[in-house]
């Protein structure tokens, strides 16, 4: 079978595993190998790859926790060839270790539910090169996508904050959909998660944890940019302010 490049979602899982070793490689025969190697090949990424028993075999999983091991800067021996990918993530572990490792159990425990097997790909889940390096992955990207697309979700947020009288507007830029679309345009506005999944967990959503944008802030919140892919409201204020752009002042 032609070589498939191991991506974000997968050297997560397989890094958290060479942590959880004490940052030493595994063997094929590991019955850990042989569960990452079944969960790799279960995952949503590479379409019918897993047909091919070959496909993230044991032996292939077990070469990889080689390349991440080598790569740590404490290693004594010489490194393996890991590629850039898995030296990035290595490096995104040392820097920052417990939020990598949230974002690997987070995406453990979206697989085990099994609802991210039923989420389609979802637009702008991927930088325009068609990768993504963000910290969590493409497919906690792609589940956090898929739950701000929920009607339902966002339909209880805008009730809730009619009853509270609070302005239907982005809270980024302050653009209202209604005072510029007028009747097409009144009521409509998207909504956002202030905490990602790698930070929050995969928990049940509250009403306070959303917050409104229009259709071009949130689309700059999920852009994959320099290693995010995840933005707060107030970080993509400061990013609009350094732009020129006019932003909503912050809350008091």
Same mark, same amino acid.
């Given at each position: 079978m032609a070589q498939i490049s191991w991506v974000r979602d997968e050297l997560l899982l397989a890094c958290a595993l060479v942590i959880e070793n004490g940052w030493r490689e595994l063997r094929q025969t590991?019955? %850990?190998?042989?569960?990452?190697?079944?969960?790799? %090949?279960?995952?949503?990424?590479?379409g019918d &790859?897993?047909?091919?028993? %070959?496909?993230?075999?044991?032996?292939?999983?077990?070469?990889?926790?080689t390349d991440i091991a080598t790569a740590h800067p404490d290693y004594a021996g010489e =490194?393996?060839?890991?590629? %850039?990918?898995?030296?990035?993530?290595? @490096?995104?572990?040392?820097?920052?270790?417990?939020?990598?490792?949230? =974002? &690997?159990? @987070?995406?453990?425990?979206?697989?085990a539910s099994g609802e991210l097997h039923?989420?389609? @790909?979802?637009?702008?889940?991927t930088a325009e090169d068609g990768e993504t390096n963000a910290r969590e992955g493409r497919l906690l990207a792609r589940w956090a996508l898929y739950r701000e697309r929920d009607r339902g979700?966002?339909?209880?947020?805008?009730?809730?904050?009619?009853k509270l009288n609070q302005p239907l507007h982005c809270e980024v830029c302050t653009f209202d959909?209604?005072?510029?679309?007028?009747p097409l345009g009144a009521g409509y506005v998207e909504v956002h998660h202030r905490l990602p999944l790698h930070v929050s967990g995969p928990r049940d959503t509250k009403l306070k944890d959303l917050a409104f944008l229009c =259709?071009?802030?949130?689309?700059?919140?999920?852009?994959?940019?320099?290693?995010?892919?995840?933005?707060?409201?107030?970080?993509?204020? @400061?990013?609009?302010?350094?732009?020129?752009?006019?932003? &909503?002042?912050?809350?008091?």
């Open positions: 590991d019955p %850990r190998v042989h569960e990452l190697s079944d969960l790799l %090949r279960s995952l949503p990424l590479h &790859a897993a047909v091919d028993p %070959r496909f993230r075999s044991p032996n292939s999983v077990s070469r990889k926790t =490194a393996t060839k890991g590629g %850039r990918p898995t030296q990035q993530v290595v @490096a995104d572990f040392l820097k920052n270790e417990s939020e990598m490792l949230a =974002a &690997a159990q @987070a995406l453990q425990a979206g697989i039923l989420i389609p @790909a979802q637009p702008g889940e979700l966002r339909d209880r947020k805008i009730k809730q904050a009619r959909f209604g005072a510029a679309y007028g =259709a071009n802030c949130h689309r700059m919140c999920h852009r994959s940019h320099e290693g995010e892919s995840w933005r707060t409201p107030e970080e993509l204020r @400061a990013e609009l302010r350094k732009g020129g752009g006019h932003a &909503a002042s912050d809350p008091a």
